[in-house]
């Protein structure tokens, strides 16, 4: 596939909302097919096709392989979010948008057109927009329910996460359908299934994350991926963007 692909991590001060920032450029001379995988992120982004103006957009959370076309002289530059920026970043609900992307106005956070020379010019400034979002006015039972979350790479239950932020489950599960469109179970299955594609882009085909056993590893990843940890270790011809950007990822 041989398109070009960059990342960079947060600084820490904003890592409560962001899991990283992305650069992909299609200069191959012809489209591309490619899938995009569940990973458990919500995505800002800034796309230009050729002499085409940018566009901003927000892709919600996949819950399923997506099939996508990237076009010849495409340059894209994105915010991978944790879900926490949806509220205090987005200030909107992205439950309408599962599965796909939506417009949004392209004065969000005033990216003019020299931020995207490149991707540490467009990383500064969207983090310093972000730095400049106070914290103070953040839920302390929901920050922590998402520092949770990640930290155990969704790999706790409905029932562990409720006692320890002191918020019901019921309330947990109404704030997610109304706020992202799924259940806080479904979001921690595709958050470890997000985790698993750093050791299968290393051709580790077996579980790092709290699975059953092996044959649970499958289903699942058969379930959100629509193939099995083989296929997507193997990666042939690229064709799984996820898997290939991963490879990109610091450490």
Known sequence: MNLIIKSILPDKN????????WMLENNTGKDVSSTVLPNGMVDLIALKINSSNWELMVRGIDTEPSQVKIEDGTQMFSIGLKLLAVEYLLGDSIKDVLNEGRAISNDFWQFYENDFDSLEKFCCKASQK????????????KRKLFDLLYSFHGAITVKELSEKVYWSSRQINRYFNQQFGISLKTYCS???IGESFKGLSEGKLY???SFTDQNHFIKEIKKYAGVTPKVLSKNKDERFVNITAIKKLPS
């Open 130 to 141: 972000i730095v400049s979002v106070t914290t103070t006015g953040i839920d302390s039972r």
């Open 190 to 192: 595709i958050l470890r």
């Open 207 to 209: 579980p790092e994350q």
């Open 14 to 21: 904003i890592s409560h909302f962001v899991h990283s920032f």
